[in-house]
């Protein structure tokens, strides 16, 4: 089957080369890359050029201004043409050279909507040292509101599913990727599997977590697209998110691992 990636960049010039790289480095050859640029100011653009003679026609580079991350990645999602979309962000890139080879494989059971794995987070310039491991489970109905939900970098769904949901709800300014996963699994109940293998090494310092404001307003939209979809977390909901998450921030930086 053939698998769409979608890469947002923005000024991505200093990372860009370990996620194309692992791309290219994939065994299953099935796929298409969609470059969703918003007119980057440094050499990000030249570099993915770069990249396109070795992609073999499979590259498709759109330059343009965007109203953020996730109009960028619906602009993707609307160019695609894959069996199967996923994301990997300028910041990230495969954990090994198989990924997109399970991902198929997993997804060859047309009874399967959409996956989702594990993911590892490196250093920004030590991209083999692990400061924090999410290790995803297997979904059970009602597990969003016990604080339960994959990690988006590893989510992938058949194209057919976005296009009867609906892509990335921009009004969420750092939640829409939670709000849209949600949609898929728990409202819409697509039906879904974990694979227990790393995805994908993504760099410290996303958009969501690049500053305390920013971690409490994606709470916040968190608890908003509950609601919006006819949830109502408990008052605990909060703490239940991210005393895991505090808990693997501070054993891997007493735990630096080297992957």
């Known amino acids: 089957m053939k698998i769409s990636i979608i890469t947002a960049t923005y000024n991505s010039a200093a990372t860009v080369r370990d ?4 791309i290219l480095q994939q065994t299953h050859q099935d796929w298409e ?4 640029d918003g007119l980057s100011r440094d050499d990000t653009l030249s570099i993915v050029r770069e990249y396109e003679p070795r992609c073999q026609g499979r590259m498709r580079i759109y330059s343009e201004k965007d109203e953020g991350l996730y109009d960028a990645m619906n602009r993707g999602i609307a160019h695609a043409t894959g069996d199967i979309i996923g994301i990997l962000n300028s910041n990230d890139f495969y954990f090994d050279k198989h990924v997109l080879e399970d991902i198929n494989q997993a997804m060859e059971d047309q009874s399967v909507d959409c996956i989702y794995g594990d993911l ?3 250093l920004p310039k030590n991209k083999n040292r692990v400061v924090r491991i999410w290790k995803g489970s297997q979904y059970q109905k009602g597990a969003y509101l016990k604080g339960w939900h994959p990690a988006h970098p590893t989510f992938y769904a058949r194209r057919e599913c976005f296009e009867r949901l609906g892509g990335f709800d921009t009004s969420y300014v750092v939640s829409a990727d939670f709000e849209l996963m949600l949609r898929f699994i728990e409202v819409a109940g697509l039906s879904n ?8 090494k993504m760099r410290t310092g996303g958009e969501s977590a690049r500053s305390l404001r920013n971690i409490i307003h994606g709470n916040l939209g968190i608890l908003r697209a509950l609601r919006m ?3 109502q977390p408990s ?23 080297d992957c």
Request: proline share 7%; no cysteine; aromatic share 16%.
């Open 193 to 200: 599997r974990y694979l227990p293998r790393y995805f994908v």
């Open 33 to 36: 890359l969609i470059i969703e």
């Open 19 to 22: 996620t194309l790289e692992s």
């Open 229 to 231: 979809h006819g949830f």
């Open 120 to 122: 590892l987070y490196v």
């Open 235 to 257: 008052p605990l909901f909060i703490l239940r998110r991210l005393l895991p998450k505090l808990k693997a921030i501070v054993w891997g930086r007493l735990h630096l691992i």
